[in-house]
């Protein structure tokens, strides 16, 4: 068979061919996977992009901590670089810092983990999230999402091949989820909830009670929980409490961390998984088919961010409590309805009243008054009616884009 010509377009590739006794034929496939092709674009992404266009713009939509990363931490990692200590470690990572997790956990949020067998030092909480998934999930398999939601949830269960099932929750109850709820939306092929608290984007925080309600529906029903627990340094009026606290709830409980927003480590990438040993060494053949390991200079940043970076976390904390209070009481005063937030550095208030929808609120505080925020709808059906702020910012770009705010909600009251 003589190849006559090869046209390839970006979905599909079209080979005519030649053959002797046939003539010409088409064949035509498709190189893309199908699951891929079902995940939208990132909502947000197009907001970042528009705002990066405009100039003077003060942007509360970055998901991230306005501090450096600390300067002890940058050191070390500066030190281990001096040294040479550039090669490939364990695919669990390194045993020092898997040590210094498991210490930590167990000092600061009462759940043991051991560093030998029950830890996993990962890039990134996301990519912790991705491995859990596609070791838990099969075909079919249901994962409940309480919504409003981190973007990534769904798309990950889906590349996992399961299937997303949101669970709305509402401003009446400050964004918790809710026993009940829960209870409905649980069918036979549900096999796990992905659990964030505190929550990206309404920062609602679920105390040890309401915890242990959900548990016994976990338990019931014979469940697996994802824990994200990215933002567990960040809670303002209760002390952080793990599901996998709960009782009975350990062994059911896989837990997604890092040190991106406690630490303000955003751009080392470096996360990790605690959950029991079954879980975790039939993870390491994902994790180390995938990524081998974690970067070693990033694990050795780590190490010294667990010795002795609680101070930075605690310093981090008081700034971020006096700006909550500050954008919180500001969204109020100006007619945009906000709870106050139990963790993580995120408003979400109602822009119902305006008239406007979520994207239509962002982009014309966008273009009229400079001032960038996440439209609610993107975080799920739940969101709109919201706006995502971060108080992530000074507070000189948070005064300055309050006023800009009231100004902007100013003007839309005065036409109506």
């Not at 030998?116 to 999402?145: K, Y």
């Not at 974690?294 to 694990?299: F, G, R, V």
């Not at 971020?320 to 963790?343: F, I, Q, T």
Request: proline fraction near 4%; hydrophobic fraction near 35%; charge should be negative.
């Amino acid at each position: 068979m003589k190849l006559e010509s090869n046209l390839i377009n970006t979905e599909k590739r079209t080979i005519i061919s030649e053959n002797e006794d046939t003539g010409k034929r088409n064949k035509t496939r498709c190189f893309l996977s199908s699951r891929v092709k079902q995940i939208k674009p990132s909502g947000i992404r197009r907001f970042f992009d528009m705002a990066s266009r405009v100039e003077g713009v003060i942007s509360l939509g970055v998901g991230e901590p306005d501090f450096v990363t600390p300067w002890s931490i940058r050191d070390a990692a500066i030190g281990f670089l001096q040294k040479g200590n550039t090669s490939y470690t364990e695919a669990a990572g390194l045993l020092e810092l898997r040590k210094e997790i498991s210490c930590y956990m167990k000092s600061h949020f009462q759940v043991e983990y051991s560093p030998d067998s029950e830890i996993i030092v990962t890039v990134g909480g996301s990519q912790a999230l991705d491995i859990s998934l596609r070791t838990i999930l099969n075909s079919g398999d249901e994962v409940i999402i309480i919504e409003p939601s981190y973007l990534a949830y769904a798309p990950l269960v889906t590349l996992a091949g399961g299937l997303p099932v949101s669970l709305e929750t509402t401003r009446g109850t400050n964004f918790k989820l809710q026993p009940e709820h829960l209870k409905q939306a649980i069918n036979t092929n549900t096999k796990a909830l992905i659990l964030c608290s505190p929550n990206n984007p309404t920062g609602s925080y679920l105390n040890q009670d309401e915890l242990e309600e959900i548990s016994k529906i976990i338990i019931e029903h014979d469940l697996l929980v994802i824990s994200d627990e990215i933002y567990a340094e960040l809670t303002y009026d209760e002390p952080f409490c793990s599901i996998a606290s709960i009782s009975q709830m350990r062994e059911r409980t896989i837990i997604i961390s890092g040190f991106s927003k406690g630490f303000a480590m955003t751009g080392w990438r470096l996360g990790f998984i605690c959950s029991p040993d079954h879980f975790c060494q039939t993870m390491l053949k994902v994790h180390h088919n995938t990524m081998i390991c974690a970067p070693s200079i990033t694990q050795y940043a780590a190490i010294e961010a667990l010795k002795n970076g609680q101070q930075y976390v605690e310093e981090m904390k008081t700034s971020y409590r006096k700006r909550r209070a500050y954008v919180v009481d500001s969204l109020n005063e100006m007619g945009l309805e906000c709870h106050l937030p139990g963790g993580a550095f995120y408003v979400f208030p109602s822009i119902r009243n305006t008239g406007l929808t979520s994207e239509q609120f962002a982009e014309n505080l966008l273009i009229q008054e400079k001032v960038a925020v996440v439209p609610g709808n993107v975080f799920g059906e739940g969101g709109e009616g919201h706006i995502r702020c971060s108080y992530a910012s000074s507070m000189e770009a948070l005064r300055e884009a309050m006023k800009r705010m009231k100004q902007f909600v100013g003007n839309l009251q005065s036409v109506k």
